[in-house]
């Protein structure tokens, strides 16, 4: 992907979600009147229950193919129901009854969405009253199926990834501490615009905090360092919790910022300790990472 389209769309999630949402929402309505597809309102309902009122990261290529899997299991189901017992209510109820715990409790046992998509696909289905008849049944099935596919292709281009936005998080949350940090030890911070930057340093950890379930959803691999993940939340607390004590200690006043001035050490320190914060940042930034003691 192109780094400035890339930067646009993790600065941008939400305008892109809205964006993406009314071009997809637009474009299913529009095909199914061009191509006179029956009960075609089930598209444009499948793409808006799919791709949701918030950006959901990589995990809404994860509900697809759940909804997917839900809609073929509840359709097979309800399409056989309604050969075998279409005038039948009491069989049809019975049905239903045994499918909830069956793909609750065996076949979706691990999916949650595709159990609740089955059932949901199956209840819909054998609403068909005699009149609409099967092929009613089937052209929803259908077109479930269509919208979530329709949905999936235009997830793939251009797609936001939960880690992708959690790097640019966490590139952002430094940033904010490193500009901090420089301004404590230089003495230049005024109470006002500090307490701003400190207030944007904790809001981005706790964005952070929700995009990490995304991250979980659409990995294994960051699944199962979710502790990894955690720990990194409270060093970056940590860290903006340091820049607080420096600011209420004599780094913050004029005569101890010309004392320290004074301290080759310290300040030889400073830079090393911003240097590497301005590393990990382009890093992150960048999707990239190098060893500090390989990049000189």
Same mark, same amino acid.
């Given at each position: 992907?192109?780094?400035?389209?890339?930067?646009?769309?993790?600065?941008?999630?939400?305008?892109?979600?809205?964006?993406?949402?009314?071009?997809?929402?637009?474009?299913?309505?529009?095909?199914?009147? #061009?191509?006179?597809?029956?009960?075609?309102?089930?598209?444009?309902?499948?793409?808006?229950?799919?791709?949701?009122?918030?950006?959901?990261?990589?995990?809404?290529?994860?509900?697809?193919?759940?909804?997917?899997?839900?809609?073929?299991?509840?359709?097979?189901?309800?399409?056989?129901?309604?050969?075998?017992?279409?005038?039948?209510?009491?069989?049809?109820?019975?049905?239903?009854?045994?499918?909830?715990? #069956?793909?609750?409790?065996?076949?979706?046992?691990?999916?949650?969405?595709?159990?609740?998509?089955?059932?949901?696909?199956?209840?819909?289905?054998?609403?068909?009253?005699?009149?609409?008849?099967?092929?009613?049944?089937?052209?929803?099935?259908?077109?479930?199926?269509?919208?979530?596919?329709?949905?999936?292709?235009?997830?793939?281009?251009?797609?936001?990834?939960?880690?992708?936005?959690?790097?640019?998080?966490?590139? &952002?949350?430094?940033?904010?501490?490193?500009?901090?940090?420089?301004?404590?030890?230089?003495?230049?911070?005024?109470?006002?615009?500090?307490? #701003?930057?400190?207030?944007?340093?904790?809001?981005?950890?706790?964005?952070?905090?929700?995009?990490?379930? &995304?991250?979980?959803?659409?990995?294994?691999?960051?699944?199962?360092?979710?502790?990894?993940?955690?720990?990194?939340?409270?060093?970056?607390?940590?860290?903006?919790?340091?820049?607080?004590?420096?600011?209420?200690?004599?780094?913050?006043?004029?005569?101890?910022?010309?004392?320290?001035?004074?301290?080759?050490?310290?300040?030889?320190? &400073?830079?090393?300790?911003?240097?590497?914060?301005?590393?990990?940042?382009?890093?992150?930034?960048?999707?990239?990472?190098?060893?500090?003691?390989?990049?000189?």
């Amino acid at each position: 992907m192109n780094k400035k389209i890339e930067t646009y769309i993790y600065q941008n999630v939400e305008r892109v979600h809205l964006i993406r949402t009314m071009v997809l929402v637009g474009l299913s309505f529009i095909l199914v009147n #061009l191509l006179d597809i029956p009960h075609g309102s089930w598209v444009s309902i499948t793409v808006v229950v799919l791709i949701g009122p918030v950006p959901e990261f990589g995990g809404i290529i994860h509900r697809i193919l759940q909804r997917i899997l839900g809609t073929v299991t509840g359709a097979l189901l309800g399409v056989a129901t309604l050969i075998l017992f279409q005038n039948n209510v009491i069989i049809q109820t019975l049905i239903i009854l045994i499918s909830i715990p #069956l793909f609750g409790l065996v076949v979706f046992k691990k999916y949650p969405y595709a159990y609740l998509i089955g059932v949901m696909t199956l209840v819909i289905l054998l609403s068909v009253n005699e009149s609409e008849g099967l092929d009613t049944a089937l052209w929803r099935s259908g077109n479930i199926i269509f919208g979530g596919l329709i949905t999936l292709v235009f997830s793939l281009i251009f797609p936001v990834r939960g880690i992708r936005e959690l790097k640019f998080e966490m590139a &952002h949350a430094l940033s904010l501490i490193n500009k901090e940090y420089k301004s404590v030890v230089e003495g230049d911070l005024v109470e006002e615009p500090y307490l #701003l930057e400190i207030s944007g340093i904790i809001a981005s950890i706790r964005k952070q905090r929700k995009i990490i379930t &995304h991250v979980k959803k659409e990995s294994a691999y960051f699944k199962n360092k979710s502790q990894e993940l955690e720990e990194t939340m409270v060093i970056l607390r940590r860290m903006s919790g340091i820049i607080e004590l420096l600011n209420t200690s004599t780094f913050a006043s004029e005569i101890g910022n010309q004392y320290i001035s004074q301290l080759y050490s310290i300040k030889e320190k &400073h830079e090393i300790f911003t240097s590497r914060i301005d590393l990990m940042i382009e890093q992150l930034s960048n999707n990239s990472f190098e060893a500090p003691e390989k990049s000189t």
